[in-house]
């Protein structure tokens, strides 16, 4: 059983401790599954998330023993792992890209008539947005998702992918200008609220 001030502990401590006792590894589930859920539903829809969430912990827990314990946060590892699984299933992705609903938060009065403009431009963007998207290579919209869904900084990413903070850096740069190639004058705003910045 772990310490009872679990909260204070590293995950690369958890997941050390996990490889001599399995039911450790249940803290890295309950401290990291919200997110990992979260991105997974981005990319892929709320149905599928709920089973790759579990493929992406089970293929942690398989993995512990080879985590690099010199990193204390284990996130940006298992954003990494859950990454590949999209694209394991990337065929599928382009159909829930187009079923996916953007957010619209409550605004106040005095901002209401921006946040419609934005909105109905959003709207008017989501295809050409979403065909965008299809259209980049698996590693740039992975790096782009990952910055922009998940809010990671760049060492987060290229720790995520197994790549240098360089090829995150390059891949993001050619992500946006795609991007805004595609979308000519579109606002800022706009592409974000598509892209699900609520």
């Known amino acids: 059983m772990l310490d009872a001030d679990v909260g204070a502990v590293t995950d690369a401590a958890i997941i050390d401790r996990s490889v001599r006792d399995p039911e450790a590894f249940s803290t890295i589930f309950d401290r990291h599954a919200p997110h990992i859920h979260r991105y997974l539903a981005r990319r892929l829809g709320v149905p599928a998330a709920d089973?790759?969430?579990?493929?992406?912990?089970?293929?942690?827990?398989?993995?512990r023993d080879r985590f690099?314990?010199?990193?204390?946060?284990?996130?940006?590892w298992l954003y990494g792992i859950a990454t590949r699984i999209v694209g394991q299933h990337r065929r599928d992705e382009e159909r829930e890209y187009r079923l996916r609903q953007a957010y619209v938060p409550a605004t106040s009065e005095a901002s209401h008539a921006n946040r419609v403009a934005t909105v109905v431009t959003a709207q008017s963007l989501r295809?050409?947005?979403?065909?965008?998207?299809a259209e980049l290579s698996d590693g740039d919209r992975d790096v782009l998702l990952l910055i922009a869904w998940e809010e990671l900084r760049y060492e987060d990413v290229a720790a995520a992918l197994s790549i240098p903070?360089?090829?995150v850096r390059s891949r993001l740069n050619r992500a946006r200008r795609l991007l805004r190639e595609r979308l000519g004058g579109a606002p800022a705003s706009a592409i974000e609220e598509v892209l699900g910045h609520g």
């Open 127 to 133: 295809r050409p947005l979403l065909e965008a998207l």
């Open 68 to 76: 690099d314990t010199t990193h204390p946060d284990a996130r940006p």
């Open 51 to 63: 089973d790759l969430v579990a493929e992406t912990f089970l293929a942690a827990f398989r993995r």
């Open 165 to 167: 903070v360089g090829t």
